[in-house]
């Protein structure tokens, strides 16, 4: 019966996140079965299967996470030929290409400039708020290297909601400082 409900249950999943889109297409082509499977085969990580109802809401989360990424994941690259030159006695050499992951001395120098702007105006923005308050705390999580919400509400030890109400508050600041620096540099 459980079977059976959870293959329902990847037929609407993949009803709903199918679409027009090549991992759409993709998506619309899936096997419930095959899903209900791949999310059996994952209940490894539940620390205890004896509560059959987390059981349950678990493999459905599986299901749909499954859905989800092969949804979200980048198309795939498009291969090009390697463009080659004759060299000495005629014979053809490939031409080595650039190396993407080496870095440009410019745009370093040039996302450094950015960086210190950003740091900058967030040190602005923070002082528009009460010192030790929680917008000062969120603007100094901030400029530390801080990005994810639950980390930050963690450290903060504030719901989610909070969070958001915060990040708005200070993201509408920021905003504003970024204006009027951007102002002060222009002629």
């Given at each position: 019966m459980v079977v059976a409900k959870l293959t329902a249950y990847a037929i609407i999943v993949i009803k709903r996140r199918s679409g027009p889109t090549r991992n759409g297409r993709l998506i619309a082509k899936l096997d419930a079965k095959d899903l209900v499977v791949h999310a059996l085969s994952r209940l490894?990580?539940?620390?205890?299967l004896e509560d059959g109802e987390a059981v349950y809401f678990q493999l459905r989360r599986h299901i749909d996470n499954r859905v989800r990424t092969i949804q979200k994941q980048k198309?795939?690259?498009?291969?090009?030929?390697?463009a080659t030159e004759v060299g000495e006695e005629g014979i053809e050499v490939a031409i080595e290409p650039a190396d993407e992951n080496a870095e440009n001395p410019a745009d370093a120098a040039e996302q450094s400039a950015e960086d210190d702007f950003y740091r900058d105006a967030l040190n602005e923005t923070k002082?528009?708020?009460?010192?030790?308050?929680?917008?000062?705390?969120?603007?100094?999580?901030?400029?530390?290297?801080?990005?994810?919400?639950?980390?930050?509400?963690e450290l903060m030890n504030i719901t989610p909601h909070h969070y958001d109400v915060l990040i708005k508050r200070v993201g509408r600041a920021a905003q504003a400082v970024k204006e009027e620096l951007l102002r002060r540099k222009t002629p």
């Open positions: 490894t990580e539940l620390p205890s198309t795939e690259p498009t291969l090009l030929p390697l002082k528009k708020f009460k010192p030790g308050g929680a917008e000062a705390k969120l603007t100094d999580l901030i400029i530390d290297g801080w990005r994810d919400r639950q980390d930050i509400s």
